[in-house]
């Protein structure tokens, strides 16, 4: 390989990446199994459930969809949604006993008291109208969207809770209502209107504590995330403040702050951004610390260890698809980040000998190939290969052509347009002038 003058400066931790003697001598994470305990216990609420109920759906292992299932079961009979009950305990089908069993007792005595509950809130809600009293219909409505909520009506839950939005006195009062409707929305997957509630929070900015910007960006980040837009998500991830802490676990925990901004910067940022925004950001330096693979494989890419890199890539794979947010990302953000991988290996260099770019990138010549035609065909790498020696050659543009040429078409462009001038002004002078004939 010939280094390009510019470009040579990463050079050298390129040239190494291949060579196993200098590589970094430590750990590769093991892709082991998610340890659902462990990873349960950082959420609280409906999207604990959804979370453990997605990974029974989703992980293929009989003991694992047990433990999920088992883990849920426990969760829903502590709060009041009898209806996911039925559908875990026919998920669950018998296979874990009589203890896992439908328990129609628990069933009728909650949908008693919930029809109780809901009767008191009505009369209470009616009293408040009559009286016109705004506050208290504010926390009517309000109690209405906890009560459906709590047990599983979601749409009903968002319309009580966008209902308080016309008796809302205060910006405090409207921040709570969008936090309502964000959440909500987030649970029925309805991301359109997450975005619009987090906008309408964000423009009562005296009103807004740290921590509520702090959750307001981790929504925003899902919202960006749902839409495909990773560059703009990472860049809500990365805003998020170290105030967010445990808060939020009805959404989303710290540890995933710091895998989807991590990863959708990875995927779409260039090494600057990587470097100023990722790796120097202080604040998001915490949340990496609560996920080592992630702030390994940042500091491999950055680095230019690309093997080490995609390897952290691929044993944390397995886990990333049990995850309810990012599992329809995965495929997507690893061939982005595969891909700038390979441009960022190529863009110092004349010439690449692709034996040792494949040994770097831990595959064989014939895969790697098809990869690079890929990237070339599609415009990402300026190159042309020689598949019998096996180099990738760089297209440079020849800056001095390129120069003469754009002034050369400059000039024919001048003499064009003083041609066609001269041509109007000796019309003119000559008073040959074509009128629009008037109609009568």
């Given at each position: 390989m010939e280094p390009d003058e510019d470009l040579g400066q990463i050079a050298d931790e390129i040239y190494a990446n291949g060579d196993e003697t200098s590589q970094r001598h430590r750990p590769?994470?093991?892709?082991?199994?998610?340890?659902?305990?462990?990873?349960?216990?950082?959420?609280?609420?409906?999207?604990?459930?959804?979370?453990?109920?997605?990974?029974?759906?989703?992980?293929?292992?009989?003991?694992?969809?047990?433990?999920?299932?088992?883990?849920?079961?426990?969760?829903?009979?502590?709060?009041?949604?009898?209806?996911?009950?039925?559908?875990?305990?026919?998920?669950?089908?018998?296979?874990?006993?009589?203890?896992?069993?439908?328990?129609?007792?628990?069933?009728?005595?909650?949908?008693?008291?919930?029809?109780?509950?809901?009767?008191?809130?009505?009369?209470?809600?009616?009293?408040?109208?009559?009286?016109?009293?705004?506050?208290?219909?504010?926390?009517?409505?309000?109690?209405?969207?906890?009560?459906?909520?709590?047990?599983?009506?979601?749409?009903?839950?968002?319309?009580?809770?966008?209902?308080?939005?016309?008796?809302?006195?205060?910006?405090?009062?409207?921040?709570?209502?969008?936090?309502?409707?964000?959440?909500?929305?987030?649970?029925?997957?309805?991301?359109?209107?997450?975005?619009?509630?987090?906008?309408?929070?964000?423009?009562?900015?005296?009103?807004?504590?740290?921590?509520?910007?702090?959750?307001?960006r981790c929504a925003a980040g899902l919202a960006n995330l749902e839409a495909k837009k990773y560059k703009l998500a990472a860049r809500k991830f990365l805003e998020v403040g170290p105030e967010l802490g445990n808060n939020y676990t009805e959404v989303i925990a710290p540890q995933d702050v710091a895998t989807y901004g991590g990863l959708c910067a990875l995927a779409s940022f260039d090494r600057a951004e990587l470097k100023s925004k990722v790796i120097d950001n202080i604040n998001f330096r915490n949340f990496l610390e609560l996920v080592p693979e992630i702030r390994e494989l940042i500091h491999d890419f950055y680095t230019s260890h690309y093997a080490t890199c995609l390897e952290y890539l691929g044993n944390l794979k397995a886990n990333l698809l049990l995850d309810i947010h990012l599992h329809d990302h995965v495929e997507t953000l690893y061939d982005q980040i595969r891909n700038k991988a390979l441009i960022q290996y190529t863009h110092p260099f004349v010439s690449v000998d692709l034996n040792m770019m494949a040994n770097a990138f831990k595959t064989s010549v014939a895969g790697l190939e098809k990869e690079l035609e890929a990237l070339i065909t599609d415009n990402q790498i300026q190159a042309r290969i020689d598949s019998h020696n096996k180099i990738l050659y760089a297209r440079h543009a020849d800056q001095r052509n390129a120069t003469f040429q754009k002034v050369l078409q400059t000039g024919r462009e001048f003499d064009r347009d003083v041609r066609s001038m001269l041509l109007r002004a000796n019309l003119l002078k000559h008073d040959h002038i074509l009128r629009a004939s008037r109609k009568h």
């Open positions: 590769i994470i093991s892709g082991e199994q998610l340890d659902i305990e462990l990873y349960a216990a950082l959420y609280s609420g409906r999207t604990k459930i959804m979370r453990l109920l997605f990974i029974a759906d989703r992980c293929g292992n009989a003991s694992m969809q047990l433990e999920a299932l088992r883990m849920a079961y426990d969760e829903i009979k502590k709060g009041e949604n009898t209806q996911l009950f039925r559908e875990v305990v026919q998920k669950i089908d018998g296979r874990l006993g009589p203890n896992y069993g439908p328990d129609p007792a628990w069933s009728d005595a909650v949908d008693r008291r919930a029809e109780l509950r809901k009767e008191k809130l009505e009369n209470e809600l009616n009293a408040y109208r009559t009286n016109l009293i705004k506050e208290s219909i504010r926390m009517g409505y309000n109690d209405f969207g906890d009560f459906y909520y709590a047990h599983g009506q979601l749409g009903e839950a968002f319309k009580n809770y966008v209902r308080t939005r016309d008796y809302c006195t205060t910006a405090k009062h409207i921040i709570h209502m969008c936090l309502n409707a964000i959440l909500v929305s987030i649970e029925m997957g309805q991301f359109t209107h997450v975005a619009s509630y987090v906008s309408k929070a964000e423009q009562s900015q005296d009103a807004l504590e740290s921590l509520t910007v702090a959750k307001l």
